[in-house]
RNA sequence: GCCGAUGUAGCACAGGGGUAGUGCAGCUGAUUCGUAAUCAGCAGGUCAGCGGUUCAAAUCCGCUCAUCGGCUCCA
């Protein structure tokens, strides 16, 4: 047999003798690499170690320093848990166990739920397979014998996957008494699992189907090192620490109430007034893009619901009414008062686009256990907006909310991800319809120059949309903004403008929000900045602290200058120490302290700290609420 | 809605069949103090709610509600 050759990354052609492995490629490029190697990847595909090199093919050599490492180290180690699985409990039935982004998990049944203990017991187990450096082997078989094989082993689940695979051969991976399904690749041997941990335990539908049976799943993590694995650990505790609701609590910003009702989040006044700083803001940027803001009631009655649509495909989340014989549905959506404000008017394509903006307060009855923090609730008030307008103006408006939702984030600070939705199978509208909207998101998405993905059907029933997704400080992604082309509406309430060639027409309907929900946001919010909020955002901007109670006279004309320049400042003259007020108002994360000792009040100044402890020199108070004023301003 | 865990003072937590505990916060008093906690005293609870077992339940059991971690859902 001739001998093989290959080509490196780099371009260069390695030839080796027949049979040669991606391992012996490693080995004799060098003996460093040999050792490092934890896979390959042939004309693309990655594989196992051991797999044989093909003749003329690019070879690349998978290290632990591979972006694609982490996915394989999870991926076995996720084998290697589920083999302590069965080996403690070997009733337990294997399903399947993928790599995820923050780890990976493994989903069995079994008849009693894992315990706290049980993960213990899990982890020691598969810290002493790792350690017995247990050889990981690739089986290639037919996929009859493989089913074979899984049901004389009871694994049910197994031989439900490989029948519905639908394929003549599969592979299967074997480390000691333990065997797998799966497509690989997979590290050499157990022993290249170091740095897991085993994390949490949870309930998951088997394959995701609610109506199917429930299984134990367990969570994981793993990295090619301790001191990943350390850091990773580390940021899960910052982010417990970052929680908007323990903040939201910490920093008295709102609270949520058993008697009130799961869901319902009631806004004390620090957090009211964050709410108002921001509703401030999205009005003024609404007005500055041309929308009009428009008022709306909370309740509609229901037979409008019925022609809109929502009853038949949105009542389970409504909330209903009966006042004097008449049932009326609490809104869960704007749409309809927009709708209505259209057609209280003829309108002619002169008017047109109309953007109409609300800060529309909604109430979703959402499932029971779904609910989280701010950031999923049953009330909230959305900043939404309908813009009506002619086919050809639909470019031009996406693109105008995509720019609005670039510039509104950048002024937060936040990064987001843009996301396609086209036609789903269940769809309305006609194909020119779909195209013609489907065509302008995408125009506008391109024009962004940002990057984006495509969800293929996805979309809404009645139209596509693009959806922007904030990360939270667990790496959750959160919906905020949406554009959602919407078909349906128009034709429902017959939305018509007359055009040029004095002909009725249909208006295109976009619903869009920028931030989505305001608690949503302001739940992301508070985490991004860790309650450390920019000087505009501050529910309270400043607050004047005495040193003693001989400055009470002096601090209180300060507090009265600030209040009248419209800063937001709190005042403690209480009688205690200075360090004491410092660090609550350190606590409390409020910008600046201005300290009102003797000196202060000698030479009619305030002595501005800010909250990393730093201080600004004395100053007047007119001064100094006209610096603040400066900063607010350059924020946007 | 489903699986699991949790629910004790405003907050953070301890206790685990027989007067309900600690720290911080609160109140009162003393201290008048310069950049992250001054000292002392006092008060504060239907142990989530309802029902059951028991001579006796915060504690054991059941149901409900809420919260937490996931799943599913998210026009």
């Given at each position: ?319 209903f009414t009966e006042v004097d014989e008449q049932s009326f549905g609490i809104k869960p959506m704007n749409c309809l008062s927009h709708m209505m404000i259209y057609k209280s008017h003829l309108r002619s394509y002169r008017d047109l686009p109309l953007r109409f903006f609300e800060l529309g307060t909604v109430h979703r009855h959402e499932r029971a256990g779904v609910l989280h923090g701010l950031l999923r609730v049953r009330c909230f008030t959305q ?254």
């Amino acid at each position: 047999m001739a001998d093989i050759s290959v080509t490196l990354p780099d371009g260069s052609v390695r030839t080796l003798p027949p049979g040669s492995t991606v391992h012996g490629l490693a080995a004799a490029i060098g003996a460093g690499l040999a050792k490092a190697a934890i896979a390959g990847r042939i004309d693309g595909s990655l594989v196992d170690l051991d797999a044989k090199l093909v003749d003329g093919s690019r070879v690349e050599i998978i290290t632990e320093k591979s972006p694609e490492a982490l996915e394989i180290i999870r991926h076995s180690t996720s084998h290697l848990m589920a083999q302590a699985v069965k080996s403690l409990f070997p009733e337990a039935k294997v399903t399947i166990g993928p790599a995820i982004e923050t780890g990976f998990y493994y989903d069995f049944d079994v008849d009693h739920p894992f315990t706290p203990e049980d993960l213990e017991k899990i982890e020691k187990k598969m810290e002493e397979l790792a350690k017995a450096g247990l050889k990981i082997e690739r089986q290639e078989l037919s996929s009859a014998d493989a089913v074979k094989l899984f049901r004389e082993m009871g694994e049910d689940y197994k031989v439900e996957l490989i029948e519905d695979l639908g394929v003549d051969h599969v592979s299967l991976y074997r480390q000691g008494d333990f065997a797998d399904l799966c497509r690989g690749p997979h590290l050499p041997s157990t022993s290249w699992c170091k740095a897991f941990k085993v994390t949490s335990i949870a309930g998951a539908y088997w394959r995701g189907d609610e109506k199917r049976k429930m299984l134990q799943r367990v969570y994981g993590t793993a990295f090619p090192d301790k001191k990943q694995l350390d850091e990773y650990l580390a940021r899960i505790e910052e982010a417990k620490r970052r929680d908007h609701r323990k903040l939201g609590r910490e920093l008295d910003l709102f609270s949520f109430s058993d008697e009130v009702g799961a869901g319902f989040a009631i806004w004390h006044p620090k957090g009211a007034m964050l709410r108002t700083v921001i509703e401030d803001f999205e009005r003024r940027e609404h007005l500055k893009r041309g929308y009009d803001i428009v008022v709306g009631p909370q309740v509609l009655k229901t037979e409008l619901w019925q022609r809109s649509g929502h009853y038949d495909n949105y009542r389970e989340n409504m909330y209903f009414t009966e006042v004097d014989e008449q049932s009326f549905g609490i809104k869960p959506m704007n749409c309809l008062s927009h709708m209505m404000i259209y057609k209280s008017h003829l309108r002619s394509y002169r008017d047109l686009p109309l953007r109409f903006f609300e800060l529309g307060t909604v109430h979703r009855h959402e499932r029971a256990g779904v609910l989280h923090g701010l950031l999923r609730v049953r009330c909230f008030t959305q900043d939404d907006a309908h813009i009506l307008c002619t086919p050809e103006q639909l470019d031009a408006e996406i693109k105008g909310v995509i720019s609005f939702v670039q510039d509104v984030m950048g002024v937060f600070g936040f990064e987001f991800e843009m996301e396609l939705s086209t036609r789903p199978e269940k769809s309305i509208g006609s194909d020119e319809d779909w195209e013609r909207a489907t065509g302008a998101l995408l125009g506008a998405l391109k024009d962004s120059g940002r990057p984006y993905e495509i969800n293929e059907g996805d979309g809404a029933f009645y139209g596509p949309k693009i959806d922007i997704k904030l990360r939270d400080s667990l790496d959750r992604r959160w919906q905020c903004a949406t554009i959602q082309c919407d078909f349906t509406l128009p034709e429902r309430f017959d939305l018509t403008y007359i055009d040029a060639d004095g002909e009725k027409k249909r208006p295109v309907m976009v619903h869009r929000v920028i931030l989505g929900s305001i608690e949503r946001f302001i739940g992301v919010l508070i985490e991004h900045f860790a309650g450390n909020f920019p000087v505009w955002l501050s529910p309270v901007q400043a607050v004047v602290l005495t040193v003693t109670d001989n400055q009470a006279t002096y601090a209180q004309q300060v507090f009265d200058t600030l209040r009248g320049a419209g800063v937001r400042v709190q005042k403690d003259f209480r009688n205690e120490k200075l360090g004491f007020k410092i660090r609550e108002a350190q606590l409390q994360k409020i910008p600046y302290m201005l300290v009102i000792g003797d000196k202060e009040v000698e030479s009619g100044t305030v002595t501005p700290r800010f909250r990393d402890g730093s201080n600004l020199s004395p100053m007047d108070p007119a001064a100094f609420a006209e610096y603040l004023a400066r900063e607010v301003a350059s924020f946007h």
